[in-house]
């Protein structure tokens, strides 16, 4: 493992710590009576408290310090004080422990009680402390210059994302996003509760991905020795419940699909789906409404939310439109009736790239996308879709050729999709086979299999049903204004780490980087070659290698060439 200096230099100070006989990683529990938010909510001069946290800032001045202690609640300051710390002779908690070998990034607890400073900073003064955690990595440390300019912040999307655990220490305001998220979460559970509907659990690993057109991610049972597939939906198992006498059922389920990644897109999502029996599509726009009103409200405490320029407003009742309309308004071309080599031919027309693998579904959602999608910024909600589109979806009841869906679009995205359920077991099963004549025309994200134990199911009955799954992580990207779905998930799909090659010097190399390294100043070349007394052949490697690996830096200033380590 390559370590940099400071990550050497601390782990000599755990060494130190050690022979001092300190442990860094006590395993004992360390018993806290307040937080950083709790001590200023009650704040009470004199009060004793016990707290821990990451010090993540120190002034030392002498035998006093003031230094910063960050806990899950923020930030307080607090003040070490040597005579107050070591009251007997022995003052080396304070001069050898705290002054040189605690590092920032380290997690310490304190005992002490409660002031205010000159300048009413409330402040917790130091009698005891304990080395709780050693952190050997340094934390990233942005620094502002005299015109406030911030250099070296933690703000790289890619390491953020990555490194997200020194993201939400370095970054606080991040975890205000999952905190919301929580909220979403809670405020959604609630609204159904309330309603009556219970929440439930369905397999992961199903024999069949059905529920959705997706690509699938695929496994293998070694014991049953059978391919099973991570779920891309978890549709057809909640319509198995209400087949069995559920009357509401609910569940936020990880979904997996083996599609692209963009800022929208994450290959594991969640996904919130319910199925209420004796309902249909209109009573779900209804209820969905005023389900995101009222979680509007208790992530933000108001239905208005900004995302990037746009003022969204979460408030029911939401504008409706058929996707009929919708393609006449922003295309002037009417679906309705239209063959599949008509709308290949339109599309075609308009600047869209479609194949001959697309069936006339595909098309129209390919038109739909590109032409009018877009243009639906606050929640509306796009009714009445094509039966092509929408395998698992009853015939309208009065329209021919459509079925009974809607999506709910926001700032031209889809976060929630719903249906009056099909439930018809005839009809179903004539779906799913026009969705295998796609999937052998060659459409990846067609059904590829019938699943017959779904049609089982339906042939004992399955009342009147209206279903609707909301896309969590996409729904609380436009509540907390994040333009990105990585921004909301904590641990985002990432492409494989670089691994960072690990430098074999030889001796030679080491001999020079030693030299190098006894001055702060750079050295002239020649004096770095006669200490070395290398033989010409041996320092010309070693000094080729070492500016290689951006070890040493070399440069001429005034015709003299100078040699320093980086």
Not at 401 to 410: H, I, K, P, Q
Request: proline content about 4%.
């Amino acid at each position: 493992m390559q370590l940099s200096e400071q990550e050497i230099i601390r782990r000599e100070k755990l060494q130190t710590l050690e022979k001092m006989g300190i442990n860094a990683f006590p395993a004992e529990e360390y018993k806290i009576t307040d937080t950083s938010k709790t001590i200023k909510q009650d704040f009470v001069e004199g009060k004793k408290v016990t707290i821990a946290g990451r010090l993540m800032s120190r002034r030392i001045q002498g035998k006093a310090s003031f230094a910063e202690l960050q806990d899950s609640e923020g930030k307080i300051q607090v003040y070490f004080n040597r005579d107050e710390i070591c009251t007997g002779e022995d003052k080396s908690l304070y001069n050898d422990v705290y002054k040189h070998l605690l590092d920032i990034g380290d997690i310490i607890g304190i005992e002490g009680e409660l002031f205010n400073t000159q300048v009413g900073e409330m402040t917790v003064k130091v009698s005891n402390f304990k080395i709780l955690t050693k952190s050997l990595r340094p934390l990233p440390q942005p620094r502002t210059d005299e015109n406030g300019v911030t250099y070296d912040a933690f703000n790289d999307p890619e390491l953020r994302y990555r490194q997200r655990y020194v993201d939400l220490i370095v970054n606080p305001h991040v975890k205000e996003t999952f905190l919301k998220r929580t909220k979403l979460y809670n405020a959604m559970r609630q609204f159904f509760n309330d309603a009556g509907y219970i929440e439930v659990e369905t397999p992961v690993l199903q024999a069949i991905a059905g529920g959705a057109a997706a690509r699938p991610f695929m496994t293998h049972h070694n014991a049953l020795d059978v391919p099973l597939y991570m779920r891309i939906a978890n549709e057809l198992y909640l319509k198995r419940l209400i087949v069995g006498g559920f009357d509401g059922v609910y569940e936020f389920s990880k979904n997996f699909r083996n599609e692209g990644m963009d800022r929208t897109h994450n290959p594991e999502f969640t996904v919130m789906e319910i199925y209420v029996a004796y309902k249909d599509y209109y009573w779900m726009m209804d209820f969905t409404e005023k389900m995101i009103e009222h979680c509007a409200i208790a992530v933000n405490g108001t239905t208005d939310a900004k995302f990037g320029d746009q003022e969204i407003s979460f408030k029911a009742p939401y504008a409706r439109v058929s996707m009929t309309e919708a393609i006449i308004k922003y295309t002037g071309f009417d679906i309705t009736g239209k063959s599949e080599q008509e709308l290949f031919d339109f599309a075609k027309s308009i600047g869209i790239d479609v194949n001959e693998t697309m069936g006339k579904g595909k098309l129209i959602d390919e038109i739909f996308g590109e032409k009018c999608e877009g243009n639906f910024i606050q929640p509306t909600f796009i009714t009445d879709y094509p039966i092509e589109m929408s395998p698992l979806t009853k015939k309208h009841r009065t329209q021919e050729g459509l079925t009974e869906r809607f999506e709910l679009m926001v700032c031209g995205k889809e976060i929630a999709n719903a249906y009056s359920e099909l439930n018809d077991p005839i009809d179903q099963r004539e779906r799913f086979e026009d969705q295998l004549k796609l999937a052998e025309k060659g459409d990846d994200e067609a059904g590829q299999f019938i699943d017959e134990d779904f049609l089982r199911a339906l042939e004992y009955g399955m009342p009147p049903t209206s279903g609707m799954g909301i896309g969590m992580d996409r729904l609380i990207m436009f509540m907390t204004n994040n333009q990105s779905i990585q921004e909301v998930l904590f641990f985002p799909q990432m492409k494989p780490e670089k691994a960072t090659p690990t430098l074999e010097l030889d001796e030679d190399e080491k001999l020079v980087l030693e030299i190098l390294s006894s001055s702060e100043e750079p050295m002239t070349l020649g004096l770095v070659k006669v200490k070395s007394n290398l033989s010409g052949k041996k320092w010309d490697k070693a000094a080729k290698n070492l500016t290689k690996y951006n070890l040493v830096k070399v440069e001429k200033i005034d015709d003299v060439v100078l040699m320093k380590k980086i």
